[in-house]
């Protein structure tokens, strides 16, 4: 009588991952893809951010172009505006001399020109993101002569 035998026992030779390898790989992959979002979301704010203070700085420029021409060049004049989201304010006052020397403020007195201070605030954006700058000039007019647009 022939025996039978138990088939021999199968060997698996099937290469393939594990649920285990699969979601550690899943995990790897959402943390990288967490890290470049953060990366591009702060290059996007930084953007805007910079294109913010370019547009200032040209508001500010074009602003203070006008003065001695548009805006006269007195001392106490005050002149505010908009300009888009943009708000500004421009104040001309005597040079008070701080920054300079006693010799810049004698030399002026001494040729007859007065040494006017051009300031100009700058507001934009909504609270609590409001944010501002200020810039400032020194413009020089003949004493005797300080009329708008010379």
Known sequence: MQRMSAPPPRQSNQAGFTILEVLLAFVVFAMSFA?????????????????????????????????GL???????????????DYHWELVINPFSGEGATAHTVELGEQTGIELLEVEFFIEWGEPPRQRSNRFSTVKAVLADRALPGI
């Open 35 to 67: 890290v470049v979002m953060q990366i591009m979301s702060g290059s996007m704010r930084n953007t805007v951010r910079a294109r913010e203070y370019t547009e200032v700085a040209l508001v500010a420029q074009s602003v203070m172009d006008q003065v």
């Open 70 to 84: 548009d805006i006269p060049l007195v001392s106490g004049t005050y002149t505010d505006g908009e300009f888009g």
